[in-house]
């Protein structure tokens, strides 16, 4: 079974934490953008060196860059066989264009997409918390706050995208991470989709 999925959230949403179990549940490759660039930023390779103001700043590093990296992650063999679980990506209209041609060359399409509902002062809570914990470099307030209202215009919107094709589960964000697990288990299994 090949199971493709995207979660969407904004900063803070706990988006990072669910994919990670999601994926595990369904025995599926997280394919983070946000962390493809964080470990080439700390390799210093060539692709680091070019984002690193961008992603400081919280700004979005160009489409094509972005676009790139994610259809060659998917195109390897564990993502093409067994699914994924795309975490930061796409994060704006043309970013699902991008990845609607590519998985229609595929003849496949996302069999959900999973919104993390969480208010806007939870997430700056959450994140004011992880800029202590992990020392983020993006973690500024300025960053922070340029970041969510990027969140708000450019990425809020593709959720009418991908619930108008009937794929959106809205899940509320709020509550223990094993209470918000099991929320987006319920919808998943809803869809008929299968855990390993
Ligand atoms: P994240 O961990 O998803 O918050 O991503 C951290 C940073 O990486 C973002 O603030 C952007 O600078 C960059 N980034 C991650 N995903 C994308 C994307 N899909 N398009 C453009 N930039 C991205």
Do not use: C, W
Not at 64 to 77: F, K, M, N
Not at 122 to 144: F, K, M, N, Y
């Amino acid at each position: 079974m090949t199971t493709r999925l995207l979660i969407v959230g904004p900063q803070g949403s706990g988006k990072g934490t669910q994919g990670v179990r999601v994926a595990e549940a369904f025995g599926i490759p997280v394919v983070s953008t946000g962390d493809i660039f964080r470990a080439n930023i700390k390799q210093g390779t060539e692709l680091g060196l070019k984002v690193k103001a961008i992603t400081d700043a919280g700004d979005l590093v160009p489409d094509e860059v972005t676009g790139e990296i994610v259809t060659d992650r998917l195109s390897q063999a564990d993502a093409a066989e067994a699914g994924f679980l795309l975490d930061g990506y796409p994060r704006n209209a043309a970013q699902v264009q991008h990845l609607d041609a590519f998985l229609e060359g595929q003849g496949a399409s996302l069999d959900a997409v999973i919104l993390l509902d969480v208010p806007r002062e939870e997430s700056i809570a959450r994140i004011t918390e992880r800029a202590t914990l992990e020392g983020r470099s993006d973690d500024t307030e300025e960053a922070v706050a340029h970041r969510l209202s990027i969140y708000e215009s450019e990425t809020a919107p593709i959720a009418d995208t991908y619930a108008e094709r009937g794929v959106l589960d809205r899940i509320d964000g709020v509550g223990s991470l094993d209470e918000i697990t099991e929320r987006i288990f319920r919808a998943l299994e809803a869809r008929g989709l299968q855990r390993v």
